[in-house]
Every structure is written in C-alpha cells, then in structure tokens.
C-alpha cells in the first residue's frame, strides 16, 4: 500500500515523492564590485523580511525565502506560470571576504547584500615624503 500524502502525480503522469522534489526558484541577481566590497542585489517579488532567511556556512552566502501570494476574497488561481513560492539562491564567498560583517536589507522585494573585503585587500594610498 502506498502512502498517497507524499506521493505527487506529473502532468506527463509519472509519480514523484514529493519530499525528494523540492521546487525552489532561483533568484535574478545584480553583482558589484568596488575598491570596499561587493554588492548583491537580488530578485524576491513577494517575500517580507519574516519569511527571508540569510546565512554563511563556511564559505558559502545561502538566501532563501517563501513568497507570499495574497489572493482576493472568493478568488482562486486556474492558471500560474511559476508554481513554486520558495526562493533559493547560493553563492560561494572569497576569502577577501569579512563574512562576519555582512548586512543584509530588503525593500520592496529587491534584497541587497554588502559584503565589505577585508582591511588588508582594499586599496589604500601611500603618502609620499621628500621635496
């Protein structure tokens, strides 16, 4: 017998476990550098800061987070292009890098990153002396 919750069915009619298919959409990002660091600015239409998750394990930077879709009262969706609410996107951090001071802000639903370089990779001026 087959337990029918964790079993989900294709449109191509092939049967699927639905905990070994998790859908995740992957965000559209801006990266930029300057001298101080770099700047990820990402896509996430629809997720609120209580829903977006952001961390570093070891080197890697991992954003993820569950849009919300509000429909109208008496409402309910026939069709959608994007089946999946969940926001997944990771990056692998240099060692430049200080992961420690990493900030983090999201505005309506662009996040931006600022991941500062260390003190002894930015570029600094030499005072010249003498005549």
């Known amino acids: 017998m087959t337990d029918t919750k964790s079993m989900k069915t294709t449109e191509s009619g092939q049967v699927q476990r639905q905990a070994e298919q998790e859908v995740f959409l992957r965000p559209a990002v801006d990266i930029y550098e300057d001298s101080t660091g770099i700047t990820v600015k990402a896509d996430l239409p ?23 879709i ?21 990056f692998a951090l240099s060692n430049e890098l200080e992961a ?7 505005n309506k639903g662009v996040l931006t990153l600022r991941m500062p370089k260390r003190a002894e990779v930015q570029p600094r001026k030499i005072e010249v002396t003498g005549s």
Request: glycine share 8%; aromatic share 4%; charged share 30%.
């Open 46 to 68: 629809g997720v609120s800061r209580d829903r977006l998750d952001v961390q570093v394990d070891g080197n890697n930077l991992i954003v993820e987070g569950q849009a919300v």
């Open 70 to 90: 509000n429909m109208p009262e008496g409402m309910e969706s026939r069709y959608a292009d994007v089946n999946a609410t969940r926001f997944r996107r990771s």
């Open 100 to 106: 420690d001071n990493i900030s983090a802000e999201i």
